[in-house]
C-alpha cells in the first residue's frame, strides 16, 4: 500500500517516467536541431516555473520578479563566455584589445575589476547560484522579516525588475546596454554555436532540469513542504506554534532564485546571448503565466505549461504575426476559466482516475497457479 510519505508516489513516479520519455526520447527523434534548441531554450524557463511553485504554490509568495533571477543567472554565464570570446587576438581592431567590444565601443580602456574574476568558469558557475541567491536573501530579509506578503510583495518584485532593467540598460558600458552581452563563441575552447553542440546542451539542460525536479521534490515531500503549505493556507498559525515564518520564507524565496539562476545560464548557453528583455517585468510575468498554465501546485505541471505556453507562443507568431498576443492571452484565459488547476488539474481529474483504474484491473486479475483447487 502507497503511504503520502513516499518520495514518489505511483502516479508520481509515472509522471516522472513520461516526461523523462518526451524529453530525452520523442523530442530529440521529431525534431530537427533548429526545433530542438527552441525547445531546449522553452526548457530553461521550466527552472524558473518550478521555483514558482514551490514559493507561489506551496508557500503561498506571488513574486513577479522572477526574470531578475533568470537574468543575474544569465548574465554571470554571459560574462565568462564573452570574455573568452575577448581574447586580445580576437579584439586586435579594437582601440583597446582584450576587452568586450561593447566596453571598446563606450570608451573603456581597461577592464573593470568586478568583470576580472569571471575569467574562471569555477567562480562563474559558483556565480550562477550565489548572485540570484544572495540579491533574493536582501529582497527576503527586507520584506519577509517585516511580514510584507500578498499583493505588496508581488508589487515590490515588479519593482525590482524594473529597476535593475534600467540599470542595465543605463551601464551600457559594463553590461552591454540594451543590446546585452551577445556574440557569444565557446565555452572552455567548445564552439557552442554548432549544430552537435546544441543538442549536446539540449541534453545537459534536461539531465539539469531532472536534477532540480528531484530538488523540489524532496522540498515538498519534507517536514518544510508541510510547513509551506501550512504557511500559505494559515500563516498566524504556524508563526503561532513557535515557527519562524520569515525564516522558512527567505528559505524557499532563494531556493527559487537559484533555480532561476541555473535556467538563465542554460539559456545564455543554447540561445547565445542575454539581455535586459529577459529581466524586466513582462518576460517575469510570463514567467508566471507558465507556473499558472501548467498547474501552480505541480512540479511537473511546470514543465509543460513552459512548453505548451511558449510552444503557442511561437506558433502563434509565426503563422499570425498581428494577432499573437491575442491568441496567447485567449490560451491562458480559457485555461484560468475553465481549469483553474492548470494542465496538472486536467491530468488528476481526467487522466490519473483512468490509470488508476488500470493498475487496480491489473491487480485483480488472478496470477496462473494462484485459483484454489476445489476440495477433495
Not at 51 to 62: D, K, R, S, T
Not at 186 to 212: M, P, Q
Not at 294 to 318: C, H
Request: contains cysteine.
Amino acid at each position: 500500500m502507497e503511504t503520502s510519505n513516499r518520495f514518489l508516489s505511483r502516479s508520481e513516479l509515472i509522471g516522472f517516467a513520461v516526461l523523462a520519455v518526451v524529453i530525452f526520447v520523442v523530442l530529440p527523434m521529431a525534431l530537427d536541431t533548429f526545433r530542438l534548441n527552441l525547445f531546449g531554450k522553452y526548457l530553461t524557463y521550466a527552472f524558473v516555473a518550478i521555483g514558482l511553485v514551490l514559493c507561489w504554490g506551496a508557500g503561498g509568495i506571488l513574486s513577479l520578479g522572477q526574470g531578475v533571477f533568470f537574468g543575474l543567472g544569465g548574465y554571470c554565464m554571459a560574462m565568462f563566455l564573452k570574455l573568452e570570446a575577448s581574447t586580445p587576438e580576437n579584439t586586435a581592431i579594437q582601440s583597446t584589445p582584450g576587452i568586450p567590444d561593447f566596453m571598446d565601443w563606450n570608451q573603456l580602456t581597461a577592464l573593470p575589476g568586478w568583470w576580472e574574476p569571471f575569467h574562471s568558469l569555477t567562480f562563474a558557475l559558483i556565480a550562477v547560484v550565489a548572485v540570484p541567491v544572495a540579491f533574493a536573501f536582501i529582497i527576503g530579509v527586507a520584506m519577509f522579516t517585516r511580514r510584507v506578503g500578498g499583493v505588496y510583495f508581488a508589487i515590490i518584485t515588479q519593482a525590482f525588475a524594473a529597476i535593475l532593467t534600467i540599470l542595465i540598460i543605463g551601464q551600457q558600458g559594463y553590461t552591454g546596454g540594451v543590446n546585452g552581452i551577445t556574440d557569444l563563441r565557446t565555452l572552455l575552447g567548445w564552439d557552442i554555436r554548432t549544430d552537435e553542440a546544441k543538442e549536446i546542451l539540449y541534453f545537459v539542460n534536461g539531465v539539469l532540469l531532472f536534477a532540480v525536479l528531484l530538488a523540489a521534490q524532496y522540498v515538498r515531500k519534507s517536514k518544510l513542504g508541510r510547513l509551506l503549505i501550512a504557511m500559505r493556507d494559515q500563516e498566524d498559525r504556524v508563526r503561532f506554534s513557535g515557527y519562524n515564518v520569515a525564516n522558512f520564507k527567505i528559505f524557499v524565496f532563494c531556493l527559487g532564485a537559484a533555480f532561476a539562476g541555473i535556467g538563465g545560464a542554460m539559456f545564455t548557453l543554447q540561445v547565445g546571448f542575454m539581455s535586459p528583455t529577459l529581466v524586466g517585468i513582462v518576460p517575469s510575468i510570463e514567467m508566471v503565466i507558465f507556473c499558472a498554465v501548467g498547474g501552480r501546485i505541480s512540479i511537473l505541471g511546470a514543465v509543460y505549461g513552459a512548453l505548451a505556453v511558449n510552444w503557442a507562443k511561437t506558433t502563434f507568431s509565426e503563422s499570425f504575426p498581428e494577432l499573437w498576443l491575442l491568441g496567447l492571452g485567449g490560451l491562458f484565459i480559457a485555461v484560468v476559466m475553465f481549469f483553474p488547476n492548470g494542465l496538472a488539474g486536467i491530468y488528476a481529474d481526467h487522466i490519473a482516475p483512468r490509470i488508476a483504474k488500470l493498475f487496480k484491473k491489473s491487480s485483480d486479475v488472478d496470477l496462473p497457479g494462484s485459483a484454489k483447487t476445489p476440495a477433495e
